[in-house]
């Protein structure tokens, strides 16, 4: 093994790690590649010899590079993110390898992500770091170019907006997960009003992302989304899990339809992310059905 080669090696004991940094700072799977492949590019042209910490310098090349996209976005006055869902981290029910293990951890909810995304670059920067990954204040403050007391504050004002939002905390037993969204279906294939209101929590929040081809809907209360619980014709349901929790990939027809996301609390479902959007659902899909047959799940 070269030198490089054993470089390359070491960038990706790191990588997992890089991932979940970048993901959560962007809410965007490939923005966060781009990124990671960003710092790879800047390693491979630096003196390894003379880093001191590789995680830390490396994590600290992919934070800046995340900060840079971030505000680069807001002075094109994109916000590509807050209008639509994030994008989702599919994979079939029951299979997790390290990569998805890290990605997937408590933190990166659907609903955690959506809030993340209205916070400013620098206040995201330091709560994603600190909150989400325990780099202390005098590291963030030389990346976001603060000083720690600024980065302090920073990390302050975006931790009281995610209070502030009341992000429901997902039932951590994915079998009682399961429990409620098999409950949800064997009612809406069923037409049972009664069944599928009992199984929803009272304030449940149905969102519908349809991508470019119309604005993002939000139902809520519990009578109101069960009558928009119906099953499609021809529909069938292929299990998955969606960052980390129970969700559906639903085909109609044999043609992927949706990707659907749940939050169940207390035995209830709490919210309910559906994703319309042809394209991306395509995308997720191919996903799903590609890694379904290399695991053989």
């Known amino acids: ?32 590649d781009d990124a990671v492949q960003d710092a790879w590019l800047r390693l491979s042209r630096s003196d390894a010899d003379q880093i001191d910490n590789l995680g830390g310098w490396l994590t600290t090349v992919v934070a800046r590079e995340c900060l840079h996209i971030l505000r680069s976005r807001r002075r094109r006055r994109e916000d590509p993110l807050a209008a639509h869902l994030p994008d989702l981290v599919v994979i079939p029910d029951g299979d997790l390898d390290p990569e998805q293990e890290a990605l997937l951890a408590d933190s990166v909810s659907l609903a955690l992500l959506v809030v993340l995304d209205q916070l400013t670059p620098a206040e995201r920067l330091a709560f994603v770091l600190h909150d989400m990954f325990d780099l202390p204040f005098e590291e963030i403050a030389g990346i976001a170019g603060r000083t720690p007391a600024a980065a302090r504050q ?73 009558k928009q619980a119906r099953a499609p014709r021809g529909g069938q349901l292929r299990p998955a899990l969606v960052n980390g929790a129970i969700g559906t990939l639903i085909t109609r027809d044999g043609r992927p339809f949706s990707v659907m996301a749940y939050t169940v609390a207390g035995d209830k479902i709490v919210r309910i992310d559906v994703v319309r959007d042809p394209d991306r659902v395509h995308r997720l899909a191919s996903a799903l059905l590609n890694r379904t047959e290399r695991t053989g799940r």
């Open 1 to 32: 093994m070269d030198e490089n080669e054993r470089l390359a090696a070491r960038f990706e004991q790191h990588r997992p790690r890089l991932r979940a940094v970048a993901y959560r700072m962007l809410g965007s799977l490939a923005d966060a």
């Open 154 to 226: 920073l990390a302050s004002r975006a931790r009281r907006r995610v209070h502030d939002a009341e992000i429901p905390s997902p039932d951590p037993d994915l079998a009682r997960q399961r429990q409620a969204v098999r409950a949800f279906y064997a009612a809406a294939w069923t037409g049972d009003f009664d069944a599928l209101v009992q199984v929803l929590a009272p304030d449940v929040v149905l969102r519908t992302d349809f991508g470019t081809t119309r604005p993002p809907t939000v139902v809520r209360g519990a009578p109101a989304v069960a």
